[in-house]
């Protein structure tokens, strides 16, 4: 088992800035790719970015692509979100989440956390 936890959400004014950290805990030896993905109310949750476990290997969204940065700290066993140049379309509950393969689909991975709120105001 994997647990995760997310911090950083906020309010924040369009086109500033978020870092949005994950901290897992658990079996954290495994060797797991990490993923945020994001719900906006009334919406399906969507793919937001994925690293694998090295680092080497990162994916985003073409909707983040250029703004959004992920990484991770296998040291730290945590995995961070950088989000710049937020607008209103990035409002959603943000989650981080485990998955044992490299993958967009949530059904893909198996641990997730709680989620942490992200409100971009206008």
């Known amino acids: 088992q994997v647990q995760l936890v997310e911090s950083g959400g906020g309010l924040v004014q369009a086109g500033g800035s978020l870092r949005l950290s994950c901290a897992a805990s658990?079996?954290?030896?495994?060797?797991?790719?990490m993923g945020w993905f994001r719900q906006a109310p009334g919406k399906e949750r969507e793919f937001v970015a994925i690293?694998?476990?090295?680092?080497?290997?990162?994916y985003y969204a073409d909707s983040v692509k250029g703004r959004f940065t992920i990484s991770r700290d296998n040291a730290k066993n945590m995995a961070y979100l950088q989000m710049n140049s937020l607008n209103a379309e990035d409002t959603a509950v943000y989650y981080c989440?485990?998955?044992?393969?490299?993958?967009?689909?949530?059904?893909?991975?198996?641990?997730w956390g709680q989620g942490t709120q992200v409100t971009v105001s206008s």
């Open positions: 658990g079996r954290t030896r495994s060797n797991y790719a």
């Open positions: 989440a485990a998955t044992f393969t490299i993958s967009t689909i949530a059904t893909e991975y198996t641990y």
């Open positions: 690293i694998n476990w090295s680092g080497g290997y990162t």
